[in-house]
């Protein structure tokens, strides 16, 4: 695939993140959104921009109390599990996307792990815990 093409590809992928932010964003259109990458440069963009789109609707993951925060895996290794976790707040304004996010992350993965043979440590990555510390949800045990 010619690199203007990969270029298109990208940026369109990221104008549909951008916009799923400005609405609800349910599992249904994060299905709609998946995406076959042509190769491993473009997986790698790709996934670093849904990252950053997570991030981002995580925001600074504040909270009205601790019951408000929820942990969730992001990605899919080659052999399992995922490969980091997040913190969020069910009550932040963008909660409504953090699951849509993380679950087409965690396709993208799949689909390159099988396209490419990614190969990763079968390292398990244990779920962390989840603090609530100054008006935020946060990581513990790190």
Known sequence: M?????RCLLLSLVS???LAGCSAFDQSEASNLAVDPE???AYT???AEMVKSLDAAIGDA?????????????GVK???GPHAYRAYSATGEG???VDA???EIAELDRTANERFGLVSTCEVVAEPPVVFEDGACQLGGR
């Not at 010619?2 to 990969?6: G, Q, S």
């Open 16 to 18: 549909l993140v951008a």
């Open 101 to 103: 996010l993380a679950a």
């Open 39 to 41: 190769t491993v440069e």
């Open 78 to 80: 080659p052999c399992g």
């Open 62 to 74: 504040l909270a009205p109390s601790a019951s408000a925060c929820r942990v969730i895996p992001v």
């Open 2 to 6: 010619p690199l203007y093409l990969m």
């Open 45 to 47: 963009a790709m996934r």
């Open 95 to 97: 909660a409504a996307d």
